[in-house]
C-alpha cells in the first residue's frame, strides 16, 4: 500500500519566540539610536536658544529660536577661514590616502617581491599603535627635520603615513576582483600601472568611497596635530581649533549657544561627505567580465 504524505506548508505565522526576539532587537536599536542621537538634539536645540535658556537648563525647545546664533559665530570663529583650512587638510588627506593605500594593496596583492609578509606584517602591526599624543613629540621633530612644522602640509604627511586600515579595506576588496581583468588587459598591451589606473581603479570605487569616508572625517576632526602645528600661524588653523574662540566672549562671559551653533556648522561637511560616499558604497562589479 502507498502512503502518501502531504508536503507541509509554511505557516503565515512567526512563532512567538521569533517575534519576541525581532521586538527585543527592536527596542534595543531604538534605544541605541536614541543615545547617539539625543545629544545631536540637545545640540541642535541648544543653537537656537539664548545663554541664559541653556544656562537656566530645564528646556529642550527654544522659547524664541535664534537664528542669529549661527550668524553671530561664523563672524566671531572667523569660519570662513577655519573652514577653508579644515577642507585642505581633510581633503588632501584623503586624496593622498587612498592613493597610497590602494598602490600599496594592488602590488600587494597582484605581485611577489620579497619581504611582502613582512610589509603586511607591518601594516597590520601599526593599526595597534596608537598615533596620538604619544608619538607626537617625534613626528614633530621630524617634520622640524623637513621643514613643514609651521605649515599644515606637515599634518597631511603624518595622516596619510597612518592608512593601515584603508589598505586592508582595498586589500580585502582587491581580493574579490577576478585576476582575468589583469590577464585580459596584458593580452592587449597593457602595463602594470595601466591595469591599476585603467581596470582596477574604477572598480575600487566603493571601497574608495568608504575609504575617503574614514579619512575624511578623521582628518576634519583632528584637533591635537593641527594646533601643535599651527600655535605660531594662527591664520592655518583649522575648524575644531578655531572653534575653541567660541568659548568666551569680549566680557569673559561663557558663550554656549555660539559653541552649540559652530558645532552644528561644522557637522555640516561631514554629512555632506557622507551623503556624496554614500552613492558608491551601492555600486556593483557584477558585468565586468563579458563572455
Keep these: 500500500m502507498a502512503t502518501v504524505v502531504q508536503a507541509k506548508r509554511p505557516s ?5 519566540g521569533r517575534i519576541g526576539g525581532k521586538v527585543l532587537i527592536g527596542l534595543f536599536l531604538l534605544i541605541i539610536a536614541a543615545l547617539i542621537l539625543f545629544p545631536l538634539i540637545v545640540t541642535g536645540f541648544g543653537s537656537l536658544m539664548t545663554n541664559a535658556e541653556i544656562t537656566a537648563g530645564g528646556k529642550l525647545i527654544p522659547a ?10 561664523w ?21 593622498g590616502t587612498l592613493i597610497v593605500a590602494s ?16 610589509f603586511v606584517g607591518l601594516q597590520a602591526a601599526t593599526m595597534f599603535i596608537s598615533i596620538g599624543a604619544v608619538v607626537l613629540r617625534p613626528q614633530f621633530q621630524l617634520m622640524v627635520k623637513l621643514h613643514l612644522h609651521t605649515t599644515l602640509w606637515g599634518v597631511v604627511l603624518i595622516l596619510i603615513s597612518a592608512h593601515a586600515y584603508i589598505f586592508f579595506i ?8 577576478s585576476r582575468e581583468l589583469d590577464e585580459a588587459a596584458r593580452i592587449d598591451g597593457c602595463s602594470n600601472a595601466g591595469i591599476y589606473w585603467r581596470i ?40 575644531t581649533v578655531g572653534l575653541s574662540y567660541l568659548r568666551y566672549g569680549p566680557t569673559a562671559a561663557v558663550q554656549t549657544h555660539y559653541m ?4 552644528c556648522l561644522s557637522i555640516l561637511p561631514l ?7 554614500n552613492k558608491s558604497f551601492m555600486q556593483m562589479t557584477a558585468g565586468s567580465l563579458k563572455g
Design 200 to 239: 582596477l581603479l574604477p572598480l575600487l570605487r566603493p571601497a574608495l568611497g568608504v575609504g575617503a569616508l574614514f579619512t575624511f572625517c578623521g582628518a576634519w576632526n583632528e584637533y591635537l596635530r593641527p594646533l601643535v602645528f599651527t600655535l605660531n600661524n594662527p591664520e592655518l588653523q583649522t575648524l
Design 260 to 263: 552649540f551653533a559652530g558645532a
Design 170 to 177: 582595498l586589500l580585502s576588496f582587491l581580493k574579490g576582483l
Design 103 to 118: 598602490m600599496a594593496a594592488y602590488v600587494v596583492e597582484r605581485m611577489t617581491f620579497p619581504g611582502k609578509a613582512l
Design 271 to 277: 554629512l555632506l561627505a557622507y551623503v556624496v560616499a
Design 75 to 95: 563672524v566671531q570663529a572667523n569660519f570662513s577661514r577655519f573652514l577653508w583650512n579644515s577642507f585642505f587638510l581633510s581633503a588632501t588627506s584623503t586624496i
Design 12 to 16: 503565515r505565522y512567526l512563532p512567538a
Design 64 to 73: 524664541d529660536w535664534q537664528f542669529i546664533n549661527y550668524k553671530e559665530a
